[in-house]
């Protein structure tokens, strides 16, 4: 049996502390569209296992690389000189009662597939190598899945962490870099490219907004018109800001630069992976979509495991599911941060132990809700099933 550890914890709210640090990687970082790509090749793998098995194998495609190649950028044009390299690799089960399925094709497919849905600029037959390095899984953990009972059964001893609320900084980090890679802005500014990452730092009631956005080149003429676009984008921001927080905010877009010296963030594709940067599963967001030095989190890497039995993955989703379900449910619970811990072989349904710790109003105690609080822990691990087939469907943000 389970144990649901709850615990009220006297002490100051994130947003109440003297400083508070918030990164997104944006939807085009290498580091993201990695984790986009070994999600993206799960899913698929998970739809072909169905379709062939009549439910999801084995399978953890979680370690993937994005090389970066190497570009020519300048005002008005651009040329990738040596093209991007996109690895992906993991472990899988390639045959199911005689029949071969062709993971490392289907991995490289939805490796194509996904940067073509979130790239514009990018020529992925020509600009792009794809490999597949996926190999056979441990006999030990494939026997996890055909051992399971009520509940698929954990093939790892690992824990998960979730938080609620978002603080203002938060939603501001994740606002702007989902606002400049909207389909809306990128019709005004085409040139705004997809590798966007915001850096934010809250100092009491002011936050600074560290902006790095990779402008394409074929849509920017002249460094006139290059500052005159960062002005007008960081306008943007500071008014998208407004409708978030009435803090004061500072945004500084492209800080590197040296106009001087004629030195910019221009790139052909909108991608820094052309030239300036590689990419890693992991490296990036944690599941709620921000990286929060301030807040307890998890290092596992969630994108790519498989959806049915990995903790690494389920339980991160799982304990944000029941903290925002919790405040939501609860007001006087102004911070709540749950964590679970597995053990291998054991239903994924009955952690090992949960513990969930709330800062409460001023004034108010957690003592005569915190049975209450149980029952949610309790009723979203009973549905954990229900969860993980939304998982295999693509249904959750994993990064």
């Not at 824990?159 to 990128?186: C, D, V, W």
């Amino acid at each position: 049996m389970m144990a649901i550890n709850v615990e009220q914890k006297d002490r100051s709210l994130v947003s109440e502390q003297a400083v508070e640090f918030v990164e997104r990687k944006g939807l085009g970082h290498p580091d993201s569209l990695i984790d986009g790509i070994v999600e993206k090749a799960s899913i698929e793998l998970s739809r072909q296992y169905s379709k062939d098995a009549g439910f999801i194998l084995h399978h953890n495609v979680d370690k993937g690389l994005i090389v970066g190649g190497s570009s020519e950028a300048s005002f008005g044009k651009g040329a990738i000189t040596k093209p991007i390299e996109v690895i992906v690799a993991g472990r899988a089960t390639s045959e199911f009662e005689g029949k071969r399925i062709d993971v490392d094709a289907i991995a490289i497919q939805a490796a194509k597939d996904y940067l073509k849905d979130h790239t514009r600029f990018l020529d992925i037959e020509n600009e792009v190598i794809f490999s597949s390095k996926i190999r056979k899984g441990s006999s030990d953990l494939g026997a996890l899945f055909k051992r399971s009972r009520e509940a698929p059964l954990a093939n790892d001893t690992s824990f998960g962490i979730g938080f609620a609320p978002f603080t203002e900084t938060e939603r501001l980090t994740l606002e702007t870099e989902h606002m400049l890679n909207s389909a809306q802005y990128k019709k005004r500014f085409p040139m705004v490219g997809e590798d966007v990452k915001v850096m934010s730092v809250r100092e009491g009631a002011a936050i600074t907004l560290t902006v790095a956005i990779a402008f394409v080149s074929r849509y920017v003429r002249d460094m006139s018109e290059y500052i005159g676009l960062k002005e007008k984008i960081a306008d943007d921001i500071r008014k998208n800001a407004k409708g978030i927080t009435g803090k004061q905010v500072e945004v500084s877009i492209n800080h590197g630069d040296s106009h001087e010296k004629n030195e910019v963030y221009l790139t052909k594709s909108g991608l820094s992976c052309e030239a300036g940067d590689d990419g890693a599963v992991g490296r990036g967001n944690r599941v709620n979509g921000l990286i929060t030095p301030f807040r307890s989190m998890s290092l596992e890497a969630a994108a790519g495991k498989n959806p049915v039995n990995h903790v690494g993955k389920i339980y991160n989703i799982v304990a944000k599911k029941m903290a925002e379900e919790i405040v939501a449910s609860y007001p006087s619970i102004k911070e709540c941060n749950v964590a679970l811990v597995s053990q291998i072989g054991r239903p994924i349904s009955d952690p090992r132990s949960v513990y969930i710790d709330a800062v409460m109003a001023r004034g108010d105690r957690l003592g005569p809700i915190a049975s209450k609080v149980r029952g949610i822990a309790s009723e979203t691990l009973r549905n954990i099933c229900g969860i993980t087939g939304e998982m295999a469907l693509g249904k959750y943000e994993m990064f």
